[in-house]
Structure formats: C-alpha cells, structure tokens
C-alpha cells in the first residue's frame, strides 16, 4: 500500500511541476479526479494530454520526494487516504499539500484570522479564544501571520493545545521572517501546512490561495479584527463557497463594506464577544452529532 502512495505522489509531482499557472494546476487536478488517480491519468492518457511520453519524469519526482523526506517535508495527495479528510472535500483542494509536524486526517480546527496590525483588545480577544478552543479540544489554526494569527496560535501553544499553521509560502519559509520561533514551536507540536512548493516565496498570489486552502481545513473561520482591504475578506469570502461557517466579531463590521455583504449568506454569524463565538461553535460543532441522532430516529420509525 504504501508503493502504491508513494508511486501516486510521485505522479502527482509531474503533473503539478509541468502547469505553469493555478488554472493550469486546476485543470491537472480536475482530471486527475476525473481518473481517479493521477497514476492511472499518466498511464493511460498522457500521450493525448501531454504530446510525449512523461515516464521519464516519474524517477526524477521520486528524488524529489525522498529529499523532502529526508528534510522531514510530509507530502499528500489528494488521491490518497493520507490527505486531510476535510480539506479533501473542497472543490479546490490542493493536488498537493506539503507539511511539516503532524498531520492528523480528521482534524478538528477553527481559523482565527484578522488584521496584521490589530489593537492591544483584539489580540487579547484572539488569544482567548484560542484558550476556549483548547479547553474544546479543537485545534487553533491560523496563517502564522503577525498581529491575530501570531496571537492566536501562541496561546493555543501555551494553553497545550494544537496549533496548525496553513501558510502562504513553501515549507522552507517562515514569512514574516520574524515569526520563525513560532513557526518551530508549531512544527514541534502542531503541524505546518502549506498548498505550495517547498521552495516557493511570498507574493501576492499566494496568500489568497493560503486563505482558501485555510478555510477549506475548518470547521470555521471567526474573524476577530479586519481592515477594508484586509486579506481576512478573502478567506471570508472562500469559506462561503466552501460552505463552512463565517463567525464575525461584532466588531469586524465597523467601516468593512465587504462583512455586511456577507451577513445574508448562509452559516454566516455575528458574535458580541468571545464567549459569545465559542457558543457558536459550539453548536457547529454538535451538528454532525445531531445529523447522527436524526438518522438513529428515522431508522427507529415505524
């Protein structure tokens, strides 16, 4: 079984090293799907699809894999049971999601996000709920950014919780750079989480797919803080399409056009304060559960 992985990353690896935009990787990863593995898509397709045979590229992508493991660089793909179970089920998962610490599939995980440069009270806010997440046993994840993202993930570190960090670079950056103690910290007891390239750097086009990749992996994202420009409209924004719940802090309203757009959206919800949100998640966190017991009952109708 794990050959049968390990050939199936290394598939995934030539299809995602030959596109050169994200339409290109998305339209790859659609058609893998469309197979059924991106191994079957190689064997059986890739004279129509890539105008030569690509065979030659599968041992040079198996020592790309084993550099990484050697460098302690986890790589999934979407294809295998590996994958984060709940980040699998987005439209736009990933091909591949590169990792460093523990990947666990079924991780329970709420996003909290907000602005780089938030008051003294909201990272305080942040920083408390992310102790309420912990005391749930579910895991804080963020963007491992300064302001909220970097105040959350540290008392969700010093609480003993788990912490996972979905980031908008490769796995070989922290960015901000001054964030790589955090970036340790998580590693050693978390996970690290990024949709891109080991090697890739910052830029522009990067974060907001961060932000997508983030949304997809929760149950939720709770925005603390947000400016009008703010990438947490982003993330936001994808969560809505991926149909998972948006908590907004009252506060996150204020002078932010895009948040009152969002308040007509389905599982979109205002809190007043921390101890408001987690009685929220609360009850996203119950659904599943209760989605069971309705089922028990109709099974029990006569």
């Known amino acids: 079984m794990q050959e049968r992985w390990e050939d199936e990353r290394a598939a995934m690896v030539v299809l995602l090293r030959r596109a050169r935009t994200e339409r290109q990787e998305r339209e790859a990863v659609a058609r893998v799907m469309e197979a059924g593995s991106a191994s079957r898509l190689l064997d059986e397709e890739q004279q129509s699809l ?21 460098q302690g660089i986890g790589v999934r793909a979407l294809t295998e049971t590996a994958y984060p179970h709940q980040l699998s089920s987005a439209f736009d998962a990933p091909g591949l999601v590169f990792t460093r610490g523990e990947v666990r599939s079924g991780d329970a995980g ?21 102790g309420g997440l912990v005391t749930r046993g579910l895991s804080v994840v963020s963007g491992l ?63 907001p797919r961060r932000n997508g990749t983030m949304s997809a992996y929760c149950l939720a994202t709770v925005i603390m803080a947000a400016g009008p420009r703010s990438g947490t409209r ?50 996203i966190v119950r659904r599943p559960a209760d989605v069971d017991q309705l089922l028990r009952d109709l099974v029990d109708l006569p």
Do not use: C
């Open 234 to 283: 982003i993330q936001a924004r994808k969560a809505v399409e991926h149909g998972r719940p948006v908590i907004l802090l009252r506060s996150a309203l204020e002078g932010n056009d895009w948040a009152r757009e969002l308040l007509d959206r389905p599982d979109v919800h205002v809190a007043d304060g921390v101890d408001e949100a987690l009685e929220v998640l609360d009850e």
């Open 50 to 70: 890539f105008g030569g045979p690509v065979q030659e590229e599968l041992p040079a992508a198996r020592a790309e894999l084993e550099r990484w493991a050697a």
């Open 110 to 130: 709420v996003a909290v996000v907000g602005s780089r440069t938030a008051s003294q009270r909201d990272l305080a806010r942040a920083a408390a709920l992310a």
């Open 145 to 207: 950014a300064a302001g909220i993202d970097a105040a959350a993930i540290e008392a969700a570190l010093d609480a003993g919780g788990r912490a996972v960090g979905v980031i908008g670079t490769g796995v070989y950056h922290a960015y901000p750079p001054e964030n790589l103690a955090l970036h340790r910290r998580v590693v050693a007891s978390g996970l690290v989480l990024s949709p891109f390239w080991p090697e890739t750097p910052p830029s522009k086009t990067t974060f």
